[in-house]
């Protein structure tokens, strides 16, 4: 169990428009969701922590305006990049932990490969 | 002030033999947890091994054991008898007192045949 899914895995879009990366905890419930970035040959660098009905908390330097954050339900959470740049270009992947459960362990989708051209 | 260290960028290891990936943390909370996770080429997250501060033994799951030494705050990885699919980018992350998780800059690992 505790499975997380990221959709789309690839992405590619032009210069200046918006897209929206989903996470999803398939088989748990998840308490909090977690969204982080990820350069070539770098770390994770979390951008934002998702609680169910409640605004996102951004990490210092994270532009909130920017990186849309939407906690719908405890399988749901949507990242959405806004006016898109190149420099946005990126790995993305969201992890969750789960309700009551195991808290101490987060579940990581396989990511997101972010293209703007 | 950085969280989770990892000195080593790069290690290669012989196949069948065991190799050791340094972590060191940094923290005044009393309850914290270690993770270590491998990510491949494909960029998936993969956990290992997870070890809790209060947990009195070293953690271990298969050929993966954690070399636990609190009062170094060290948090090493132990891999026994490497395989050639464990050539990956192994990262260190420590989970706080309010569950935010800090990751270590990486060591990538290549097992040679």
């Known amino acids: 169990g505790a499975v997380v899914s990221q959709h789309p895995s690839r992405v590619i879009c032009k210069s200046g428009t918006s897209v929206k990366i989903e996470c999803r905890s398939l088989d748990f419930q998840a308490t909090t969701m977690f969204w982080y970035r990820q350069f070539p040959k770098q770390s994770l660098m979390l951008m934002a922590t998702?609680?169910?009905?409640?605004?996102?908390?951004?990490e210092q330097g994270v532009e909130k305006d920017k990186f849309l954050i939407n906690h719908a339900s405890l399988t749901l959470s949507t990242l959405t990049v806004t006016s898109a740049h190149p420099e946005d270009s990126s790995f993305y992947i969201c992890?969750?932990?789960?309700?009551?459960?195991?808290?101490?362990?987060?579940?990581f989708g396989p990511g997101t490969r972010l293209t703007v051209t | 002030a950085q969280k989770i260290t990892q000195t080593q960028p790069g290690m290669f290891v012989q196949e069948k033999e065991a190799v050791t990936l340094d972590c060191t943390y940094d923290t005044s909370d009393p309850s914290y947890g270690l993770f270590w996770y491998k990510q491949p080429s494909s960029g998936e997250m993969i956990f290992l091994i997870y070890q809790g501060s209060y947990d009195q033994q070293n953690a271990t799951e298969g050929r993966y054991s954690l070399n636990f030494q609190k009062a170094r705050k060290s948090a090493n990885l132990v891999i026994s008898a490497s395989q050639l699919g464990d050539s990956a980018m192994y990262f260190c992350a420590m989970r706080d007192n309010f569950n935010k998780f800090y990751f270590g800059s990486g060591t990538k690992l290549n097992v040679k045949p």
């Open positions: 998702s609680n169910e009905g409640s605004k996102a908390t951004y």
């Open positions: 992890s969750a932990t789960r309700r009551k459960v195991k808290p101490y362990e987060q579940y």
